[in-house]
């Protein structure tokens, strides 16, 4: 399942995410690549102990979980801390590739299953050339390219590239999600269950039908999710 989670930032957000990576040191995007992906890996990071890096994290983090729409399409156990890029002039694309299955913290030791991955856009699409974020997968090939402060949610099992940024830079946060629901079909069938009984409910007195309904969603996510 694809997602678009609209602004995860709100304005305010955005701007000063903006402004601690404005003044942050970048450096060569492979130092978190795997020895695949890093053959076609042609970007820039934020060091995870940056201290720019730390406050923006907080701030994403802080989003994600403030976000309904995100913790139903996700339901995240755990999350990989958010990390930043940047594409631009000669480090300005990401051939195709597969994420790593299992990230371990430096800081931590703590593993983190990647089950779901996310991209959070920052930089404004008008600002850059380029830069779709192109997702390969059972629902065909995506290209993505979206709004700043809006988050796109994909399962980190597909093989997914960045376009050459061709014109100005193009700032992202990317994250990998350790899901409560491990398959990304179980997923989707508890996402869409969701929606529908939201669709249905009653602010005044829901009905019997829908209480069963909400009964079925928990019931299937007592048994599918591992917490
Ligand atoms: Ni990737």
């Not at 931590?108 to 856009?121: C, E, G, K, M, Y």
């Not at 009905?207 to 019931?219: E, F, I, K």
Request: charged share 25%.
């Amino acid at each position: 399942m694809l997602l678009h989670i609209p602004k995860i930032l709100d304005d305010q957000r955005l701007a000063e995410c903006r402004r601690l990576l404005a003044g942050a040191q970048w450096v060569d995007g492979r130092v978190t690549a795997g020895s695949q992906s890093s053959q076609v890996k042609h970007n820039q990071q934020l060091p995870e102990d940056a201290p720019a890096a730390a406050q923006a994290r907080a701030l994403v983090l802080q989003a994600l979980s403030a976000n309904p729409l995100f913790f139903t399409a996700a339901l995240p156990k755990r999350i990989y801390p958010p990390l930043f890029n940047r594409y631009a002039g000669t480090a300005n694309a990401f051939g195709d590739h597969i994420d790593n299955a299992i990230r371990t913290h430096p800081a931590s030791a703590r593993h983190v299953r990647t089950d779901v991955s996310a991209t959070l856009f920052l930089s404004d699409p008008h600002d850059y050339d380029g830069g779709e974020l192109v997702i390969e997968d059972s629902f065909g090939t995506q290209r993505v390219k979206l709004p700043a402060g809006d988050l796109v949610l994909y399962p980190a099992s597909s093989v997914h590239r960045v376009e050459p940024v061709t014109r100005g830079e193009r700032v992202a946060s990317f994250m990998w999600i350790e899901s409560m629901v491990r398959e990304t079909e179980r997923r989707r069938i508890l996402y869409e269950l969701d929606m529908a009984i939201l669709a249905l409910r009653d602010d005044d007195q829901d009905s019997p039908a829908v209480v069963r309904l909400t009964g079925c969603y928990h019931n299937l996510l007592r048994m599918w999710a591992d917490v």
